[in-house]
C-alpha cells in the first residue's frame, strides 16, 4: 500500500444526488476508494444542472455543485424503477463495500434494494442511507433542503441581527456537515467490520447533524433553558466582532482578557480599558455600541489587511474579511495546496478547479486523479466488467435501463 491508496479495493456505490451523500462519497474517493454513482437515466441529480456564475456548466450537466464532490469518480445510467435495473444494482451490490443513499426514507426498499434486501446477498456490506430527518420519526418522510434543515435545528435563530431576523449561513453548511458525518459513520464501521467482519446499517440525518454544529449553544438551552439569540458578528460579550477599517473589514475575536490587553496593545489603545464605560465586562455589554465605535475609529488609520498582521503578530485571531476570490488566492491556502485544478476543458471553457481534503496525513494523505464524470461516462465500462456482452448492452440502451439522455 503507498500513501496514496488508502482505501484501494474498497467499492463505493451511491444512489446519492444532491450535496451531502456525494459529499461524503467524495472523501472516501479522494483516499481511492471506488466509487461508482448511479444517475436515472430518466431525471439526472438537479444539481448537475444549477445555474451559477460560471457560465455553459449547466449546459453540459457539470454545474459547479456537482463538480465539488465529483471528482475521482464514475457515473453510471441505470433506471432502478425496472426489474432488470434492480438485478444489475444488486449484482453490482454484491461486489461492493459500501452502499449510499439519499432517497426519501423507505425509498431504496420501495425497489427491493434496502439494507435488508442486499445484507442477504452481501453480509459484510455496509449501507449508509443519508436523510433530512432520519429513517424513523414523525418527520422521517418529509422533503429535506439545507434551508429548511437550518430553520428546523435552530441554527437560524442565532444568526442575523434584531433588524434582518432569523438568517440562515450563507452557504449549504447541513449539507456539507451531513456529508463529513457520514464519512466518519462509513470509516468507523469499515473499522468495525475489519475487526468483527461484520458489515452494518447506517442512518445520517442532516437535523441531527445541524444540530450537533451548535453543539455548546444547543448544551446551554437543553440545560439552562436559556440561550442568546440573533448575535450577528458579536454579541457584545466580548471584543469579537467586525470592524471597518480603512480600506475592508477585519474579524477580531478577542475572547479573553490576556488577549484583549494583547490586542489594546497592538492598536495602541491601553486607554480603552481604563475608561470607566469600558473597566469591566458588566458595563462593556451595556456600552458596546461605543466601544465598538472608539474600536473602528482607531483602525481606521490603517487597512484590513495592515491590521491583520500586527494583530495576529501581538497573539491575537484577526483576520480580514476576503471575498471568495481573496480567499483562494491567499497565500496560506496555496502552500496548502488545498485546491486542485484540472487541465483546460475544451468542451466546458474552464480548468476546473476543486477543493481537496481539509487535512493532510503523512503516510495517507488525500489525492485527486481523475476529474468529475460526465453524465453516465462509465455505464459501459462497468456493464462489461459485469461480464454483459455487447448485444446485451445494446438491448440495455434500447430498452432504457441504461438510456442515456440526449446531449
Given at each position: 500500500?503507498?500513501?496514496?491508496?488508502m482505501?484501494q479495493?474498497?467499492k463505493?456505490?451511491?444512489?446519492?444526488?444532491?450535496i451531502?451523500?456525494?459529499?461524503?462519497t467524495?472523501q472516501l474517493?479522494?483516499?481511492?476508494?471506488e466509487?461508482?454513482?448511479i444517475d436515472?437515466p430518466?431525471?439526472i441529480?438537479s444539481m448537475r444542472l444549477?445555474?451559477?456564475?460560471?457560465?455553459?456548466?449547466?449546459?453540459?450537466?457539470?454545474?459547479?455543485?456537482f463538480l465539488?464532490?465529483?471528482?475521482?469518480?464514475?457515473?453510471?445510467?441505470?433506471?432502478?424503477?425496472k426489474p432488470?435495473?434492480?438485478?444489475i444494482?444488486?449484482?453490482?451490490?454484491?461486489e461492493?463495500?459500501i452502499?449510499?443513499e439519499?432517497?426519501?426514507?423507505?425509498g431504496?426498499?420501495?425497489?427491493?434494494?434496502?439494507?435488508?434486501?442486499?445484507?442477504?446477498?452481501?453480509?459484510?456490506?455496509?449501507y449508509c442511507?443519508?436523510t433530512?430527518?432520519?429513517?424513523t420519526g414523525p418527520?422521517?418522510r418529509?422533503a429535506a433542503?439545507?434551508?429548511a434543515?437550518?430553520?428546523?435545528s435552530?441554527l437560524m435563530?442565532l444568526s442575523?441581527t434584531?433588524?434582518?431576523g432569523?438568517?440562515?449561513v450563507g452557504?449549504l453548511?447541513?449539507?456539507y456537515?451531513?456529508g463529513?458525518a457520514?464519512?466518519?459513520?462509513?470509516?468507523s464501521?469499515?473499522y468495525?467490520?475489519?475487526?468483527?467482519?461484520?458489515?452494518?446499517?447506517?442512518?445520517?440525518?442532516?437535523?441531527?447533524t445541524?444540530m450537533?454544529?451548535?453543539?455548546?449553544?444547543?448544551c446551554?438551552?437543553?440545560?439552562?433553558?436559556?440561550?442568546?439569540?440573533?448575535?450577528?458578528?458579536?454579541?457584545?460579550?466580548y471584543?469579537?466582532?467586525?470592524f471597518?477599517?480603512?480600506?475592508?473589514l477585519?474579524?477580531?475575536a478577542a475572547t479573553?482578557e490576556?488577549?484583549?490587553?494583547?490586542?489594546?496593545?497592538?492598536?495602541e489603545?491601553?486607554?480603552?480599558?481604563?475608561?470607566?464605560?469600558?473597566?469591566n465586562q458588566?458595563v462593556v455589554f451595556?456600552n458596546?455600541?461605543?466601544?465598538?465605535?472608539?474600536?473602528?475609529?482607531t483602525l481606521?488609520?490603517?487597512t484590513?489587511?495592515?491590521?491583520?498582521e500586527?494583530?495576529?503578530?501581538a497573539?491575537?485571531?484577526?483576520m480580514?474579511?476576503r471575498d471568495?476570490?481573496q480567499?483562494?488566492?491567499?497565500?496560506?491556502?496555496e502552500?496548502?495546496?488545498?485546491?486542485?485544478r484540472f487541465?483546460h476543458?475544451?468542451?466546458?471553457?474552464?480548468?476546473?478547479c476543486?477543493p481537496?481534503?481539509?487535512y493532510q496525513?503523512?503516510?495517507s494523505?488525500?489525492?485527486?486523479?481523475?476529474?468529475?464524470?460526465?453524465?453516465?461516462?462509465?455505464?459501459?465500462?462497468?456493464?462489461?466488467?459485469?461480464g454483459?456482452g455487447?448485444s446485451?448492452?445494446?438491448?440495455?440502451?434500447?430498452?432504457g435501463?441504461v438510456?442515456?439522455?440526449?446531449?
Amino acid at each position: 500500500m503507498t500513501h496514496r491508496d488508502m482505501f484501494q479495493g474498497i467499492k463505493v456505490l451511491a444512489v446519492a444526488r444532491q450535496i451531502a451523500a456525494p459529499f461524503a462519497t467524495y472523501q472516501l474517493a479522494m483516499h481511492g476508494a471506488e466509487v461508482l454513482t448511479i444517475d436515472n437515466p430518466k431525471e439526472i441529480d438537479s444539481m448537475r444542472l444549477v445555474t451559477g456564475a460560471g457560465n455553459g456548466l449547466p449546459r453540459h450537466a457539470m454545474s459547479h455543485s456537482f463538480l465539488a464532490q465529483a471528482a475521482n469518480k464514475k457515473s453510471m445510467q441505470l433506471d432502478l424503477s425496472k426489474p432488470k435495473g434492480q438485478e444489475i444494482f444488486r449484482r453490482l451490490a454484491a461486489e461492493s463495500d459500501i452502499v449510499v443513499e439519499n432517497l426519501v426514507a423507505g425509498g431504496m426498499a420501495k425497489y427491493g434494494l434496502g439494507y435488508d434486501d442486499l445484507k442477504s446477498i452481501n453480509p459484510s456490506l455496509i449501507y449508509c442511507s443519508v436523510t433530512g430527518y432520519g429513517q424513523t420519526g414523525p418527520a422521517s418522510r418529509r422533503a429535506a433542503i439545507d434551508g429548511a434543515v437550518q430553520a428546523a435545528s435552530g441554527l437560524m435563530s442565532l444568526s442575523g441581527t434584531k433588524e434582518t431576523g432569523p438568517m440562515k449561513v450563507g452557504f449549504l453548511m447541513a449539507d456539507y456537515a451531513t456529508g463529513y458525518a457520514a464519512a466518519l459513520a462509513i470509516v468507523s464501521a469499515l473499522y468495525f467490520r475489519k475487526v468483527t467482519g461484520e458489515g452494518q446499517y447506517i442512518d445520517c440525518a442532516m437535523l441531527d447533524t445541524a444540530m450537533t454544529m451548535a453543539g455548546a449553544d444547543v448544551c446551554e438551552a437543553a440545560t439552562t433553558g436559556k440561550y442568546k439569540p440573533l448575535r450577528g458578528n458579536g454579541d457584545g460579550r466580548y471584543v469579537s466582532n467586525v470592524f471597518q477599517c480603512k480600506d475592508g473589514l477585519l474579524s477580531v475575536a478577542a475572547t479573553t482578557e490576556s488577549r484583549r490587553q494583547r490586542f489594546w496593545k497592538a492598536i495602541e489603545r491601553t486607554d480603552i480599558p481604563l475608561d470607566p464605560r469600558f473597566c469591566n465586562q458588566e458595563v462593556v455589554f451595556k456600552n458596546y455600541p461605543a466601544l465598538h465605535v472608539e474600536i473602528e475609529a482607531t483602525l481606521a488609520g490603517k487597512t484590513a489587511l495592515e491590521w491583520e498582521e500586527i494583530i495576529s503578530d501581538a497573539g491575537v485571531a484577526a483576520m480580514a474579511v476576503r471575498d471568495l476570490h481573496q480567499a483562494i488566492s491567499n497565500p496560506q491556502i496555496e502552500h496548502r495546496g488545498l485546491m486542485h485544478r484540472f487541465a483546460h476543458d475544451e468542451e466546458l471553457g474552464y480548468s476546473i478547479c476543486v477543493p481537496k481534503a481539509p487535512y493532510q496525513l503523512s503516510k495517507s494523505g488525500a489525492h485527486i486523479h481523475s476529474p468529475p464524470p460526465r453524465v453516465g461516462q462509465h455505464t459501459d465500462e462497468i456493464l462489461v466488467r459485469l461480464g454483459f456482452g455487447a448485444s446485451e448492452i445494446a438491448e440495455l440502451h434500447k430498452t432504457g435501463i441504461v438510456q442515456a439522455l440526449p446531449k
